[in-house]
């Protein structure tokens, strides 16, 4: 007999990793959202609620991440049911944690777990990937990837998605800090300019190359070296009040590196295990030094990803 | 006894790789040239003769990609004596493989070969930087860096150069067409916008990451999905005539890429070994039927990079 409901934990994720605008994100395991999905014998896709750290949310299912991944999976299958959902949101809303991408692949996995035919996970980022179009405005799965796949992710590709999960150097970590205020992704985007300076394009992909590189063979002062965003974070610092000090915090603390998760306003640093506790304690004293209270997680870059807690296979 | 006088190959090399434009380039070992340093009690540094294919080149020091490397090598050294040289060229002239990389590479690593304390291969990597700028109008490493130290070679950073030797899958080979005519590096250059749309940027960057990932896991669909130059080529591409054909040619016969080779007109492929010579034919047809004569070759992107062949040590 199929089960007919099940819940699904989809953890967050840092998009961008400095150095991979759109394409690479990791995922941070000290926080998801929580989904439950129940097949109906009625068609179409309903939430029953939002709850959780950021209940305000839209509770029509087409314009809610959620219900529009499972609206392009029924769509897809042409599923003779429907779905009737709740959703227990772990990440803030507008924290630039990949709340909106962890709440569609949580849905697309619990879904999966009470499909007839269980579909491939390729199958279940293109799903949750229509969803994410909801929030974000646009096709992208630096967030959706990591969340679903777990760790440090790649994708190559948006019709014909390649995912890589990418190797991430033993005892590195990443420290996770939060300050307590709202960006939104469209705005954040909005901001960018639709061009990038030739030479910072040079720059940006001998980063970007050189942080690939150095993850696959451990080179720890080449990560050091790549970890630097020449491109978007100039553009986006200033939505950050204490930005820069909070950056040269952490690289005086020992960071490997230290940026802008996805479109802000949380930061995330990279850190040998030993100096991590020291690059949170510097940031977090950074944002405070201007009266912001943040939350804040020393996590390993590495996850299951997205999975099904109960009910389902 | 120091050697007074040393003879260096440098291999020549595909600068840009399709994605890797500035930062990533492999050796090519197929062609080269030979330059024979000899230690002389004058300071200042003379060009005794430059021979080979290509003849027609400045014999003054300091408008000489070679000459200008062995210059700064002196006063970066402050050495006491001079250097006084030869030249035969393997590397055509305006091939886009590297020639003036390959003669300022040999120059210096011939020099090293007569002075009392050698220098590291970085610190060589910087003064035939120096050479190539001469040619280049820019300080640029995708050809030096794999004439060098041979191989699939990325280069991070110009001041302090990070250079990663890229492994590539085993059984992969390049293949090499250079059709008869001349494309003056600076001219390619010039033609390039200084800018890059952001859509562009993104699309870019993933094939370049996939690339590296691919090259590090042995992931030929992930290669073939990422060979794929969408910001310059489409740029330059109208310079090489028959490029397109030459292009469809490759990938028809099984290339997993195809692009320019540096500035061009040489356009490499690479491929598995088993199509590799299918590969070369289909290119030396579509230029040939242009009336395009060339000259080709199916190389392992492996080598030892530019070494000492007679005398230093």
């Excluded at 553009?235 to 960071?255: E, M, N, S, T, Y």
Aim: hydrophobic share 50%; aromatic share 6%.
């Amino acid at each position: 007999m199929t089960v007919r409901e099940a819940t699904a934990f989809a953890p967050a994720s840092v998009g961008n990793v400095a150095i991979g605008f759109d394409i690479l994100g990791f995922s941070v395991e000290a926080l998801g959202d929580r989904v439950t999905v129940r097949r109906t014998d009625a068609p179409g896709v309903t939430i029953r609620a939002i709850e959780g750290v950021a209940a305000n949310l839209p509770l029509e299912a087409a314009g809610n991440t959620a219900g529009r991944a499972l609206l392009a999976m029924r769509e897809a299958l042409a599923l003779p049911f429907g779905f009737e959902m709740s959703i227990v949101k772990g990440i803030p809303l507008g924290s630039g944690l990949g709340g909106s991408a962890a709440s569609a692949v949580g849905a697309v996995v619990a879904a999966n777990a009470v499909l007839d035919a269980p579909q491939p996970q390729l199958e279940l980022l293109k799903f949750a990937m229509q969803g994410e179009a909801v929030a974000s405005g646009s096709l992208h799965v630096d967030n959706i990837a990591p969340s679903l796949y777990g760790g440090l992710v790649l994708t190559v590709g948006i019709e014909q998605p390649r995912v890589k999960q990418i190797p991430v150097p033993p005892g590195v970590q990443a420290v996770i800090v939060h300050p307590h205020m709202f960006l939104g992704t469209r705005e954040a985007r909005a901001i960018l300019a639709k061009t990038v300076a030739l030479s910072d394009f040079v720059w940006q992909t001998a980063h970007l190359a050189g942080f690939i590189s150095g993850c696959y063979t451990n080179d720890l002062d080449l990560i050091r070296t790549s970890l630097d965003d020449v491109v978007i974070e100039p553009q986006r610092h200033a939505l950050i009040p204490g930005f820069k000090d909070v950056r040269a915090a952490a690289i005086l603390a020992g960071a490997l590196g230290c940026s802008i998760s996805g479109a802000g306003p949380t930061m995330f640093a990279w850190s040998v295990a030993a100096s991590a506790p020291a690059v949170r304690e510097a940031m977090v004293a950074a944002f405070g030094a201007r009266g912001i209270a943040t939350d804040h997680w020393i996590v390993d870059i590495e996850s299951r990803g997205a999975r099904v807690e109960s009910g389902g296979s």
